[in-house]
């Protein structure tokens, strides 16, 4: 059984940064993709930025230049830099596993419970 847990969430001005992890706990075998998805009030879940075993790391275009996605195969980890956050940022930011090269909502194998992010202006 595959288990995610985010942290790193919180406030944050506008400009300010935050980084996100994700602590894997169990096996998820290869080839996979890990990734984090987004959800505001009101609004769809939208990906923000992925990271395949076997491919290249794809950005929502709303945060290129601005968040940068990464693991520690040592520590199990994901993670997710996000620089220059902006108030339409805020949202509900979830890990993501999913044994497909290209990740979407209704792909997803494994979800984690989510972290806050909220920008203010």
């Known amino acids: 059984q595959v288990q995610l847990v985010e942290s790193g969430g919180g406030s944050v001005q506008s400009g300010g940064s935050l980084r996100l992890s994700c602590a894997v706990y169990?096996?998820?075998?290869?080839?996979?993709?890990m990734g984090w998805f987004r959800q505001a009030p009101g609004k769809e879940r939208e990906g923000v930025a992925t990271?395949?075993?076997?491919?290249?790391?794809t950005y929502a275009d709303s945060v290129k230049g601005r968040f940068t996605i990464s693991q520690d195969n040592a520590k199990n980890m994901l993670l997710l830099q996000m620089n220059s956050l902006k108030p339409e940022d805020t949202a509900t930011y979830y890990c993501?596993?999913?044994?497909?090269?290209?990740?979407?909502?209704?792909?997803?194998?494994?979800w984690g419970q989510g972290t806050q992010v909220t920008v203010s202006s």
């Open positions: 993501a596993a999913a044994y497909v090269a290209t990740m979407s909502p209704a792909s997803i194998n494994y």
């Open positions: 169990g096996y998820i075998y290869m080839p996979y993709c």
């Open positions: 990271i395949p075993s076997d491919a290249s790391i």
